[in-house]
């Protein structure tokens, strides 16, 4: 099985902010890697896919790369409707999907 | 609009069963490979199971396999997860999920399941 994991756990920051979240795979996964937001109570939701692509609708202060094990998340500029737990997930052993632990982004 | 509504989830004792269904409009349905993700309480998100278009093709995560039976019906635009031989480490919020192309594109809001006695 692919493994995922995020660093940090929690990361506490301010509004305007840039912030940077990482996801490393136990394998290679070229770049089979979407990244998710979840709110407290509600769905997740999908904001980048096959690592760089934003997902329509998502707003451009979010961005992602990466290729192979290592990947990142960064929002630009942070804004108060950004405070969420974010997810990496490979689909590189399609459908058999691993998630990472997820990220809590906090205010500061 | 695209919309999945989940449905079926409530308290049931350890060994029991449960069906979940999920109500899907404002696409394709019979278009679109399927899952189920689970969340348990205060923790990540899990995939649990995997149904393609048609439904010829079905995987499992090791965590449920041989307990949960994945179906669809496409004519009714539905989507299924039977639960059996239910365990505590099976409580979550269970939720019907789009798979577009290896990324989960739309989710339901999701029920909550609680296997306790």
């Known amino acids: 099985d692919i493994q995922m994991t995020q660093s940090p756990s929690s990361l506490a920051a301010f509004v305007g902010d840039r912030v940077t979240i990482t996801c490393r795979a136990s394998?290679?996964?070229?770049?089979?890697l979407n990244w998710y937001q979840q709110k407290p109570g509600k769905a997740p939701k999908l904001l980048i896919y096959a690592a760089s692509n934003l997902q329509s609708g998502v707003p451009s202060r979010f961005s992602g790369s990466g290729s192979g094990t290592d990947f990142t998340l960064s929002i630009s500029s942070l804004q108060p409707e950004d405070f969420a737990t974010y997810y990496c997930q490979q689909s590189y052993s399609t459908p058999m999907y691993t998630f990472g632990q997820g990220t809590r982004l906090e205010s500061k | 609009e695209v919309q999945l509504v989940e449905s079926g989830g409530g308290l049931v004792q350890p060994g029991g069963s449960l069906r979940l269904s999920c109500a899907a409009s404002?696409?394709?349905?019979?278009?679109?490979?399927m899952n189920w993700v689970r969340q348990a309480p205060g923790k990540g998100l899990e995939w649990v199971s995997y149904?393609?278009?048609?439904?010829?093709?079905?995987y499992y995560a090791d965590s449920v396999k041989g307990r949960f039976t994945i179906s669809r019906d496409n004519a009714k635009n539905s989507l299924y997860l039977q639960m059996n031989s239910l365990r505590a480490e099976d409580t979550a919020v269970y939720y019907c999920?789009?798979?577009?192309?290896?990324?989960?594109?739309?989710w339901g809001q999701g029920t909550p399941v609680t296997v306790s006695s």
């Open positions: 999920a789009r798979d577009w192309f290896g990324q989960i594109d739309y």
């Open positions: 404002g696409f394709i349905f019979r278009s679109y490979e």
């Open positions: 149904i393609s278009d048609s439904g010829s093709t079905i």
């Open positions: 394998q290679s996964i070229s770049t089979y």
